[in-house]
């Protein structure tokens, strides 16, 4: 591998939290009686959790005052954190945990790039809290993405620059996060075709071919 270093985002690459959210989110959303689908649901990826309540209101923005939206994030929260205790090292794909043992053996540097601030907590469900060099998340920015904070700061943590580490991302915001910050950028899934992405990928470990 060309790169010194590799800066995972978590949710949609590491591991897959999305039917999680969307359960969450549908029953906040059911009990304030709030329409929710799959389809505002893809929309959030990426997305911190305060920006994915903009989406979620963007029909009616004056609904709630903020202390209600606060509230009900809150609520999209609690139930999330519960049905994520559902999750275990299981969750991990092969192809995901080969691709990490793999760059860690061959010394590369590892981080996690999230916009989400239970990213500590789902590392450690899954048993992954002890493999990376840095964890950069929705706690330690103040910009979410597409702002390139989050990989900025976790490449600045692996003391590279943006030019030596891979940003792998499977959200178009994650993509364009990357391209603002310098990065060169590996896209799974929605991000596989985006014209922004460097590399498409079809499955995680084929970034040890770049
Ligand atoms: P939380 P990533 C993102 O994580 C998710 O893709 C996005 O759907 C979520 O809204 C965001 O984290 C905030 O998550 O509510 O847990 O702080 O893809 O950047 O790892
Ligand atoms: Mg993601």
């Given at each position: 591998m060309k790169y010194e270093g590799v800066i995972f985002d978590l949710d949609g690459v590491l591991?897959?939290?999305?039917?999680?959210?969307?359960?969450a989110w549908k029953q906040a959303a059911e009990e304030a009686g709030i329409y929710f689908d799959e389809k505002i649901n893809d929309r959030l990826r990426g997305v911190s959790r305060m920006e994915c309540m903009e989406i979620i209101l963007e029909k009616d923005?004056?609904?709630?005052t903020e202390k209600q939206k606060r509230d009900?994030?809150?609520?999209?929260?609690?139930?999330?954190?519960?049905?994520?205790?559902?999750?275990?090292?299981?969750?991990?794909?092969?192809?995901?945990?080969?691709?990490?043992?793999?760059?860690?053996?061959?010394?590369?540097?590892?981080?996690?790039g999230s916009s989400s601030k239970n990213a500590g907590y789902i590392l450690e469900r899954l048993g992954l809290d002890d493999l990376f060099d840095q964890v950069t998340d929705g706690n330690d920015i103040r910009n979410?993405?597409?702002?390139?904070?989050?990989?900025?700061?976790?490449?600045?943590?692996?003391?590279?620059?943006p030019k030596q580490c891979l940003v792998v991302e499977?959200?178009?915001?994650?993509?364009?996060?990357?391209?603002?910050?310098?990065?060169?950028?590996?896209g799974i899934g929605d991000a596989a075709a985006y014209r922004k992405t460097t590399w498409s990928l079809k499955r995680v470990s084929d970034i040890l071919m770049l």
């Amino acid at each position: 591998m060309k790169y010194e270093g590799v800066i995972f985002d978590l949710d949609g690459v590491l591991c897959h939290t999305d039917a999680f959210h969307y359960q969450a989110w549908k029953q906040a959303a059911e009990e304030a009686g709030i329409y929710f689908d799959e389809k505002i649901n893809d929309r959030l990826r990426g997305v911190s959790r305060m920006e994915c309540m903009e989406i979620i209101l963007e029909k009616d923005p004056e609904r709630m005052t903020e202390k209600q939206k606060r509230d009900f994030a809150d609520r999209k929260n609690g139930i999330y954190r519960k049905l994520l205790k559902n999750m275990g090292p299981e969750d991990v794909s092969e192809d995901v945990s080969f691709t990490l043992m793999y760059l860690k053996s061959a010394g590369i540097k590892l981080a996690v790039g999230s916009s989400s601030k239970n990213a500590g907590y789902i590392l450690e469900r899954l048993g992954l809290d002890d493999l990376f060099d840095q964890v950069t998340d929705g706690n330690d920015i103040r910009n979410s993405k597409p702002d390139p904070e989050v990989f900025l700061k976790a490449a600045e943590g692996l003391g590279l620059l943006p030019k030596q580490c891979l940003v792998v991302e499977d959200a178009r915001a994650g993509v364009d996060a990357a391209a603002a910050g310098g990065f060169e950028c590996a896209g799974i899934g929605d991000a596989a075709a985006y014209r922004k992405t460097t590399w498409s990928l079809k499955r995680v470990s084929d970034i040890l071919m770049l």
